[in-house]
């Protein structure tokens, strides 16, 4: 099934490799550059599922999952945080801040689109 | 050695040089423009005319009489540059005036005899006769790539 | 789109990303060093390490991952306040980033790259971690490297067990799980991909339609899954909601998994297909790029701009010859062609700047390289030295940058090698332990105008004599002001260090570096105060596909004099000019004799000149410090020159560099003014004279 996404990193390369990761698969990958522009392209989209680094300039990945769940328009939106951490309580910030869930990088591809699914349906 | 490998028409450009008449292949010609001064290429060989504007390049510019040891090309209005391309690059022929376009096949051609003189580059590759007029088939790479090693 | 390699495209956006991230890197160390950043800078600095990390991840760059790691544990340390930043401590880090972008320049080109070389930088960084916390100091890397494997085709369901496990789930959400964005069906979809699902659901608690609140869950689930995977893939599937709901998972029963046949179970009722996604949407591109924001950066072949360059060359000429012929077709000057010729002329010039600027860079990237030679320069030489920068902004075209890199670095080297005094000299002095460098930037009437300076001892020029003169490269009895004994430093094979050491080679000298800045069309001049330090000033053209000329006529023909080897005009007289042997001659000028060439005779235009009263010379400082005087008949003026290669495969003209079209489409030339010398040395005039053998 195709979702539409949106990916949220301050790294070039990352955002090329969710593009490369999942364009093929027929998903449509919207990306920001960090926080602030991705509340910006939120405003013309509506993606099944957002997914977000952490570590980014102007607004970090906690800050810009705040500002989605705080409109009313993403609320329910699933939120997959990127990170290189696997610890635990990296992960309990980031639920705490109201994301879905999270993956690991350097994400696997199949690992990726399969929680994109996951969360999305 | 054969002139002309294939057996179709081959379209030569006639010009004059003093009183005789030449040609060369139409398919090593660009275009043909009137005469401008060129600028001269300091200690350049005498048959080395200089360089031109050819459009925004510096076109190199040869007297093609004087190369071929004619009397140098008499200077008037009619004075044409023929600009071939040859190995990629450009070279400008200075001429006395361009007079036709005739099409021969092959067998219309013959090589020309063996004079038994070196001293000028063998550049005529080929004969040819039109209205009972011989004409001196060219070799443009001849002209242009011996120019060095003639000026050196 | 292409039949390229995405992953290598990747791979090289991955490189170029680095380059941008170290450069932030090296921004933010700056600012912290110099106390000129603020909150946010070591954030930017963190993130700069922590993404290179990142994509070095994605490529299995495992050597660059380790690295990384440990590089951000370091700065993630000071973050979060619990290393304080200490100048030893940007001391490291700075070290650390030069070695992280050597090894990810071995990364880029694919060059093995010792890990033991980064051995005690790790052990350096580690040790600053595990100072202030003794706890984690022995906190292993979990992040591995993954190299990224973007073949689809292997289907991670379809290895099959020979078992066929029954799970019982219960599951009851708490309303905080739909906070998250977590759903039910999704996760009951996905369970349902792993084998035969049967759901339950209980309503027994769901009260009566007045007394129900809207955000309470009231429902819970029993579900049965008959599948051949293991209870821990069963419980990732409920990962995401770990804590937010109440889970039971419990193996009843195992079968043969034969019973269930072969065909992998999809879903029941309720779950959408999971299928991998057919081949249609494949992405409308117009769709996937509508909302993000265009790339701010451009990649463009440099062959196009090339193109660009020339063209824009070709109507800049172009838009001479028109003005010149409306002038002479008499056009009044306040007629509306001539003011739209006017108007045409600016955006030209215009034009011609933007393309121009195409190529142009900034110098940062420069500017950064000399910082790590000041460091590594000042190790080695145990010497505390600062490098301060300014007008990194500068642009200046790409070559021109590239090429003067190996210049500068011997500039750097130079300053801080034997420029800059030992700390002892220093505090002897009453002048601060610590040495300065600057190097700057900035744009001066159409030129870029670099200086590098220091505030060392300034030149010894008591010394750089008597070595110039123990070298025969001056006479001994050699009489000479200030200026020109610091331009002595210019000769080839002048070193002035009494022991050599491994910095400045012997035999490399600053006379390399002035004739890669001339090779560039520039100038270079040293300016030395004792005690207060050394300055060099390099002056150069913005671009190398135009060059500032002089005008000149000689025997009838325009020709185009490099205007950075003209240091002066002069009409010659007969107080100023004398006959050395018939057909030989000099000119006086304040620095001793210069030979004298009649440049139309040199160029074969005509016989040489038996007199020269009153004709105009340049006087020419070239390469090696050779003087020589041209005799030219009229200048014209400085302008601007587009330059034209000529096809020197059919006659190479000696001393002609170049072409240029003029105004009226004529073709000038452009001398080449050290063949020019050559070429009359070689007509038998006599050699040229460095200017300060003679008093």
Known sequence: ?121 | MSVMDAARPVELLTFKLGDQEYSLDIMSVREIRGWTRATPMPLAPSFVRGVINLRGTVLPVIDLAERLGLQKCGQNSRNVIIVVKCHGHMTGLLVDAVSDIVALQPDEMQDPPDTGTSDTPNVVKALTLIDDRMIRVLDVAQIVTHAESDAA | MTASDPLADIRASFFVECEELLEALQDGLYALEHGTGDGETIHVVFRAVHSIKGGAGAFGLEHLVQFTHQYETALDAVRSDRLAVTPDLLKLFFRAADHLSDIIRSAREEQPFATSISAPLLSELTARVSLEANQEAAEDIDFAPIAVNLDFSEDPLSAKGAQLNHFQISFTPEPELFDTGNDVPHIFAALADLGELDVQCDTSRLPTLHQLAPEAVYLSWSLSLATVVEEAEIASIFEFVEGLCELDISLRVTSDANALGSEPVTSDAMTPSTEPVDAEPQSNPQQSHRDTRQQTVVRVDIERVERLVNLVGELVINQAMLSQSMQSAGISPHSEAMNGLEEFQRLTRDIQDSVMMIRAQPVKSLFQRMSRIVRETSASVSKDVRLITDGETTEVDKTVIERLADPLTHMIRNAVDHGIETPATRLAHGKPEQGEVRLSASHRSGRVVIDVSDDGGGIDRDRVLRTAKDKGLVPPDANLADTEIDNLLFMPGFSTASNLSDLSGRGVGMDVVRTAIHALGGRITINSEPRQGTSFSISLPLTLAVLDGMVVDVSGETLVVPLNVVSETLTLTENNIEMVSPGHWVVRNRNGFLPLLDLSAVLGYRAERADFTDRIALLLTLEDDVGVALVVDEIHDQRQVVIKGLDDSFYRAPGIAAATILGDGQIALILDPADIVAHACSLGAHPPAHHRMEA
């Open chain 1, 1 to 121: 099934m195709s979702l539409e996404i949106l990916a949220v990193d301050d790294s070039r390369t990352m955002r090329d490799m969710i593009r490369l990761a999942l364009e093929p698969v027929g998903f449509t990958v919207h990306t920001a550059d960090d926080g602030v522009h991705g509340t910006e392209v939120l405003e013309d989209i509506d993606p099944d599922v957002i997914i977000t680094d952490i570590n980014m300039p102007r607004m970090d990945g906690f800050g810009f999952i705040d500002a989605v769940r705080d409109g009313n328009r993403h609320r329910t939106t699933p939120i997959l945080v990127l990170t290189t951490e696997a610890a635990p309580e990296m992960k309990m910030r980031a639920r705490s801040a109201g994301a879905t869930g999270w993956i690991v990088k350097p994400f696997d591809p199949t690992k990726l689109v399969k929680a994109l699914q996951m969360v999305a349906g």
